[in-house]
């Protein structure tokens, strides 16, 4: 199995390092970072997540920021220990709360302990947070969340709003709340992840929902629970369409192309009433996963015009559209574009009053970069770029240029319409009523729109 295992920041700093094996050389941290830091092959931007040094094989993931790495010798399943990385990742954030390089270095000593009772000589012992509660004693260092940066997509939770507390991000699992309580409190969150890909006059070609329904509960004595979706939801190709212009929260059947569960999950009546039952374990969980092929609405809209203004001249016009309701507001939108490689220069040009927009022009590159803070839904925004080139074009510009591709983060919104519909929680007295929180989340996987 695995020799090594290390997490590095993103300077190369070994911040945990464990040998299981001692069959690998004591320098493999170091050798690891120089790796991928000054990865060149194949003109390639970043180093692939497995790759061969001197008959070592490495493994690696990024989680906010850090590295989380290992070594063999052997000829393991890649796949395998990519998803050991993960799931350490997840174990840790479960323990500490809070996953960065400050809660690693105050809680060394509860990471090591979490580390030898996970791996045993390179072998997966288990990495359930429920299981490893019976033998891991120490209690973590709790980092004051208030003086964090924001990270990842999880952070939107945090952003000004009462309705949507950000304490599933960065509680830990086993601490008490000051005063030695636990606050009853249970989050779910159905996250999608969408591809989306345009042809050059806009139609859809490829659509596609990866999705998942995670949970992380608080509840003391873990109650039976039971979670309720869409009564019209089917499962299999039924042959027909959800593309529907009602928004996120409209009617419509929801036709999932499969989907599967949680091994804590009962579902003796989910063919009847799309109901499940389980008694969550500790820590985060993802109860349902599920896939859409079938078409939905797109949650922008993409129009990209190229004019040639002369033999070393362009200007490019990028229009954004989004085609969600006005209550909703999309964050963190990203707009890229390559461009000719002969591009020497680019101006930019925004519409009037545009704030928390931001342009760059990559000359490595040669890729036109568009950053929006946040879009509320109903608006339309233009980019106007003008391109100058080294040397006349001899061909199409348009064949020289794009895709574009987007990347955006859109809370309280799905783009399938799966809907957690009710979240019953077995009650142990007449007063007990814990905290429900249900959160949509939708992100961009590849979403890409050609010209």
């Known amino acids: ?42 003109g390639e931007e970043e180093a692939p997540p497995v790759f061969n040094v001197d008959g070592v094989n ?19 399943s890649p796949s395998l220990v990519l998803e050991l990385l993960q799931r350490i990742a ?49 209690e973590p260092i709790l980092i004051d969340a208030g003086r964090l940066p924001t990270l990842g997509p999880a952070s939107i939770f945090m952003q000004g709003t009462k309705r949507m507390p950000g304490t599933a991000v960065t509680k830990s699992v086993v601490a008490n709340e000051p005063g030695g309580r636990k606050r009853e409190e249970i989050f779910v969150d159905i996250i999608e992840k969408i591809s989306v890909t345009f042809s050059s006059s806009g139609y859809i070609l490829t659509s596609e929902i990866d999705g998942t329904i ?59 009433d799309r109901t499940m039952s389980l008694v969550p374990p500790d820590g985060e969980f993802p109860v349902m996963n599920y896939r859409i092929t079938q078409e939905f609405k797109p949650p922008f809209r993409v129009n990209t015009l190229i004019e040639e203004a002369g033999s070393l001249k362009a200007e490019v016009i990028l229009k954004i559209r989004a085609e969600f309701a006005s209550s909703i507001t999309a964050n963190a939108i ?15 040009e925004l519409e009037p009053g545009a704030a928390g927009q931001t342009t760059d022009f990559k000359e490595s590159n040669k890729r036109l970069e568009w950053n929006l803070k946040k879009i509320v839904g109903g608006s ?59 959160r949509y989340v939708t992100q961009a996987n590849s979403y890409v729109a050609r010209i």
């Open 1 to 42: 199995m695995i020799s090594q295992f290390f997490v590095l920041s993103q300077r190369g700093d070994n911040i945990v390092f464990r040998d299981y094996r001692g069959d690998v050389q004591k320098g493999s941290a170091e050798i690891f970072f120089r790796k991928v830091k000054f990865w060149k092959e194949d």
């Open 90 to 138: 997840r174990v840790t954030k479960d323990y500490l709360g809070i996953l960065n390089e400050d809660s690693l270095r105050k809680n060394f000593v509860l990471v090591y302990e979490l580390l030898d009772e996970v791996i045993d000589f390179g072998y997966v012992q288990t990495t359930s947070t429920e299981v490893l509660k019976a033998s891991v004693f120490n």
């Open 380 to 438: 339309e925004h233009t980019l106007r770029a003008k391109l100058t080139f080294s040397q006349e074009s001899h061909g199409n510009i348009t064949k020289e240029a794009g895709p574009v591709s987007m990347t955006f983060t859109i809370p309280m919104y799905n783009a399938s319409k799966l809907q957690v519909k009710y979240l019953q929680i077995a009650k142990k007295s007449k007063t007990y009523n814990p905290y429900r929180w249900v």
């Open 58 to 76: 490495y493994f690696h993931v990024k989680v906010v920021g850090l590295l989380f790495a290992a070594t063999t010798r052997s000829n393991v």
């Open 214 to 272: 995670q949970m992380k509960s608080y509840l003391t004595g873990n109650p039976e629970i039971r979670l309720a979706l869409n009564e019209d939801l089917s499962i299999g190709r039924g042959g027909r369409s959800i593309y529907d212009y009602g928004g996120s929260t409209g009617a419509g059947a929801v036709i999932l192309d499969d989907c599967n569960f949680h091994e804590s999950v009962h579902l003796d009546s989910f063919e009847v």
């Open 334 to 348: 990203a707009v890229q574009m390559p461009l000719p490689t002969y591009t020497s220069r680019v101006s930019f």
